[in-house]
Nanobody, 124 residues
Framework: QVQLVESGGGLVQAGGSLRLSCAAS????????MGWFRQAPGKEREFAAG????????DYADSVKGRFTISRDDAKNTVYLQMISLKPEDTAVYYC?????????????????WGQGTQVTVSS
């Protein structure tokens, strides 16, 4: 069982930045591909970014490409999501997710473990 705990959410003005963190409770963190998903009010949860177990490959939703950067620090069992140039439409609960294996997946059903989420609110 892997527990994931997100942090770093908050209220920010449009154009601002935030960095989300997700700490994992596992000794084999480096064997997990990690993803960030988000769910806006009244909408389904959607893929935002993913990073392979090796850290070599990343993938982003078109809506965040060029503004969000996913990274990982295996020594700290932590994955990050750096967000810049935030827009009101980025307002959502952001979830961290983990899946065994090296392939980045953009479907939530392919992730085995989920955090509780952290709220990001971008004001206009």
């Amino acid at each position: 069982q892997v527990q994931l705990v997100e942090s770093g959410g908050g209220l920010v003005q449009a154009g601002g930045s935030l960095r989300l963190s997700c700490a994992a409770s596992t000794r084999t963190f480096s064997s997990y591909t990690m993803g960030w998903f988000r769910q806006a009010p009244g909408k389904e949860r959607e893929f935002a970014a993913g990073i392979s177990a090796s850290g070599i490959s990343t993938d982003y939703a078109d809506s965040v490409k060029g503004r969000f950067t996913i990274s990982r620090d295996d020594a700290k069992n932590t994955v990050y999501l750096q967000m810049i140039s935030l827009k009101p439409e980025d307002t959502a609960v952001y979830y961290c997710a983990a899946r065994r294996g090296s392939r980045i997946a953009n479907m939530e059903g392919e992730y085995e473990y989920w955090g509780q989420g952290t709220q990001v609110t971008v004001s206009s």
